[in-house]
Structure formats: structure tokens, C-alpha cells
């Protein structure tokens, strides 16, 4: 399979695949990249696809009744959510309770396996468990009904408090795609499993892996604030939007490549072809299949892949992107200079470091996360898919 972050995709196409998913002001969402692949054809999808789904409370913590689920997103770049009977109904603010927020909650059966059906939308599935979420419909810019999505990374969000959790997909014609996702922040261990062409299965934590994450990033002094107590970890990019993580946290190693990189070359091979790239005047230039460069970026460009380290759908610089920003949440860009490293035991070495990425990958049984935007650099997310899709499961495992 083709590195995703090689194939003719990027991060600002995906960002808003939900259809332009309204989330909590003043939060953006990061919606892990490649999880929302395409529509495929601009025909109505509402009826189509039934895939079988099935929900398992493995928690140990929280019984069936406890746990509440929600699948939404768009069909046809309307936004949209499933009900309990398997149909897509469209977002309407109208839907807003005397609360002011929807209730589109999916109870789980009484108790054993929860089983639906997913017809052809992309979105995310959320679980909430001890109390729901609040959902608040509201009108976008354009007029169209919308779903502010929860921020549990805002102090301020009314779904702060809430212990949650989202995987991402797409179901359509040509598949089903589908990733846990911790770019946001890890708070409920799950894990996806796909039949189809293939039985695959990723997310799962090792035992005591959600302990030991906590643990792990509790125990580094520049990350210990994005703990919150024992109901989630912030991603540290947000983390630094809200004052918890040092805005210059990274500029040692930033500095440290910028003057690696004047003096000799780093190569980064993509679909494209390989990139020879030299810091010259302050902008590192990658000559090759094109010329591409990019100026110094910050340490929030770095934890968000974004800014100065933004993939645009090129074909070119959007991967040589990807892959550098991989290599400096992973540190691996002093160590070689060929570009993506696909060896785990160099990743995250040294005290400099994403240690939140780290944390997580190390929790997993089989290291792989979605820690940042372009985790799946060589294929180190927690995503799978299959064009021949016959089930999904989505496990609660246990804390």
C-alpha cells in the first residue's frame, strides 16, 4: 500500500472533509489527514452502502447504558448524523433541545454487542461515556444547518468535563477508511477492526497502556499541563494555543536543522521522485522532480504541520511537507539524512522530542497512533482500510 502522505492527498483537502464542520469557538479542528477520503461521485449516498457495525463495551469501567454514541458528518457535503435505525438524518437546528443542544445520542443495547448499519457518509463516531455530549446545531456562513463538534481541549467547551473520544471514516463506494485518531488528544482507549479483503485491526492498547501514557507525559515537565487530571491528554499544539505549552519549545532542534542543513544535503523521497534539499538565505530548497521550499517554521508549524510546514495538493511540496514534519515531531532529521525514516527505535530520541506522540505509540500494541497531522509518514498511523468492506467493529477497551 502507498504511503498516504505519498499519494495526491494533504491535509487542508481532509481538514474539512465533515463538510465544513463548525467545532467550538475558538477551537479549529484537527482532523487527522487521511481518514476522510474523497466522495466518490456527487450521487446521493444517504441509502447506500450498509455496511454492518459493531460496538464493543470492553471498557470494564462503564456499563452499556453509560456509554452513548454518536456517528455525524456529511453525505454529499451536507452535514449530517446516523440514527439508531441506520439512516442518515440531515443536522437541523431545530434539533436544539431547551438545553440549546441536540440529542443524538445512539444508545448501546442493553448489554452484550451494539449492531448497526453505515451507510455511505465520512465523519467521525464519538463516545461519551458517564453523560453525553452537547451537540449545538447551528447555521453556518453560507446558510446551511451545522454541527459545532466538541473541543475537549478548550477549557471552555461545554463538553470539557465529558470523558469522550472520536474514530474517524469514510464509507463510500470505492471503501471504507477509517483511523483512531489522537491528534487532538487521547482521553478513551478503542480500537477499529475491518473485515473485508483483509481482517485488520489497530488501535488497540497494550495493558495498562492508557496509565502509562498518562504516566509518560506526566512525568516531562514541559508536558505535564496538557494532563487533564485523569480524563484526557491535550495534544501539545493545542496545548500551546491555550497557554500550556512553551510557544518555543522546539526552536532549539529548528535552529540545530537549519544549520545542519546549510552546510550539507537531506534527501526526502516521495511518489515524486527524491528531493535534494540545502538551507540557502534562510529558506531550506529542495530541488528535484520540482523546486520547493520552506522557511523556518515555528514549534506550533512543527506540532500542527502547518504554517511554514503546510502541505499544499501539489503532488510535491505538500509531501516534502509531510515528511519533514514528521521528521521533527519524530526528531529524526539530524540523525539521517535521508528522509522519511522508517525505523520506530530512532523515532523520538533525545529529550527533545514530541513526547506526547511518543507516549502514545508506545501505548499501542502495535505502534501505531495518530499523534500528529502526519503521523502516517511511513505508515506509523493508526489507520486502515479496505475497498471491500464486509464489517467494522469499534471496541471500548478497558482503562
Request: glycine residues 10%; hydrophobic residues 40%.
Amino acid at each position: 500500500m502507498t504511503p498516504r502522505h505519498q499519494r495526491n492527498l494533504t491535509r487542508r483537502k481532509m481538514m474539512f472533509a465533515l463538510g465544513g464542520a463548525v467545532v467550538a469557538a475558538p477551537a479549529v479542528a484537527a482532523v487527522a489527514p487521511y481518514a476522510l477520503a474523497d466522495q466518490s461521485d456527487g450521487k446521493t449516498l444517504a441509502a447506500a452502502g450498509a455496511l454492518p457495525v459493531t460496538i464493543v463495551n470492553n471498557s470494564g469501567s462503564f456499563d452499556n447504558a453509560s456509554v452513548h454514541l454518536y456517528v455525524v458528518g456529511n453525505v454529499d457535503g451536507k452535514q449530517v448524523r446516523l440514527t439508531p435505525e441506520g439512516a442518515v438524518a440531515p443536522i437541523a437546528v431545530s434539533d436544539n433541545g431547551a438545553d440549546g443542544f441536540t440529542d443524538y445520542a445512539i444508545p448501546l443495547a442493553g448489554n452484550g454487542e451494539t449492531k448497526l448499519s453505515l451507510p455511505y457518509m465520512s465523519g467521525r463516531i464519538y463516545v461519551a461515556l458517564g453523560e453525553k455530549l452537547k451537540f449545538k446545531a447551528v447555521t453556518d456562513g453560507n446558510g446551511a444547518a451545522a454541527l459545532q463538534y466538541p473541543a475537549g481541549w478548550v477549557e471552555s467547551d461545554p463538553n470539557y468535563g465529558v470523558l469522550h473520544d472520536c474514530a474517524e471514516f469514510t464509507h463510500n463506494a470505492a471503501g471504507m477508511f477509517c483511523n483512531t485518531t489522537m491528534v487532538d488528544m487521547f482521553s478513551v482507549p478503542m480500537a477499529i477492526r475491518l473485515t473485508g479483503d483483509k481482517d485488520q485491526t489497530t488501535g488497540t492498547l497494550r495493558s495498562g497502556g492508557r496509565a502509562a501514557a498518562f504516566d509518560a507525559v506526566r512525568a516531562i515537565e514541559e508536558f505535564a499541563p496538557l494532563v487533564v487530571d485523569d480524563t484526557r491528554i491535550i495534544a501539545p499544539g493545542h496545548g500551546l494555543d491555550a497557554g500550556l505549552f512553551a510557544k518555543d519549545y522546539f526552536a532549539p532542534y529548528i535552529d540545530e536543522v537549519w544549520s545542519t542543513y546549510t552546510g550539507k544535503d537531506l534527501t526526502v523521497t516521495t511518489n515524486a521522485g527524491a528531493f535534494t534539499g540545502r538551507v540557502r538565505g534562510e529558506q531550506f530548497t529542495f530541488d528535484g522532480p520540482a523546486s520547493v521550499s520552506f522557511a523556518k517554521p515555528s514549534t506550533r508549524d512543527v506540532l500542527f504541520c502547518d504554517g511554514n510546514l503546510a502541505a499544499p495538493n501539489d503532488g510535491t511540496t505538500g509531501p516534502v511537507a509531510a515528511v519533514l514534519g514528521a521528521g521533527f515531531n519524530r526528531s529524526t532529521l539530524l540523525s539521517t539524512t535521508a528522509q522519511p525514516g522508517t525505523d520506530p527505535a530512532a523515532f523520538y530520541q533525545g529529550a527533545l522530542t514530541n513526547h506526547y506522540a511518543k507516549a502514545i505509540h508506545a501505548a499501542t500494541e502495535d505502534g501505531k497512533a495518530y499523534g500528529f497531522a502526519f503521523d502516517d509518514v511511513a505508515d506509523f498511523a493508526s489507520y486502515i482500510q479496505d475497498t471491500a468492506p464486509t464489517g467494522f467493529t469499534l471496541t471500548l477497551s478497558a482503562f
